[in-house]
């Protein structure tokens, strides 16, 4: 099982992203899917996770500019960033908690884009 990510960059304050993360492998079931950020310095954090049953948590950081949504055919979840701050650049992880197709439940990382807001 793994998680690939995609669509990091390099954006102005005020600008929009959308990252995906794709889960692949031998998957029986994925629950809850979602996006941790670590901003230089600093640890990693929650930004937004999406359950199975479409249950969602955001940030208080990122609440009104960001949304999350997954498209459970494809085992992918996105992150639409709009309104783009400076206080956003951080490396941003997905993660997912998936069960194998030997029961196994764990929790896989995906491997970290880089989101820089700057002029």
């Known amino acids: 099982v793994q998680l690939q990510a995609s669509g990091g960059g390099l954006v102005q304050p005020g600008g929009s992203l959308k990252l995906s993360c794709t889960a692949s492998?031998?998957?029986?079931?994925?629950?809850?899917m979602g996006w941790y950020r670590q901003p230089p310095g600093r640890q990693r954090e929650l930004v937004a996770h999406?359950?199975?049953?479409?249950?969602?948590s955001v940030a208080d950081s990122v609440k009104g500019r960001f949304s999350l949504s997954r498209d459970n055919a494809k085992n992918t979840v996105y992150l639409q960033m709009n309104s783009l701050k400076p206080e956003d650049t951080a490396v941003y992880y997905c993660n997912a908690l998936i069960t194998d197709m030997k029961l196994l439940m764990a929790p896989y990382w995906g491997q970290g884009t880089q989101v820089t807001v700057s002029s």
């Open positions: 492998g031998n998957i029986f079931k994925i629950d809850q």
């Open positions: 999406i359950s199975s049953g479409e249950k969602l």
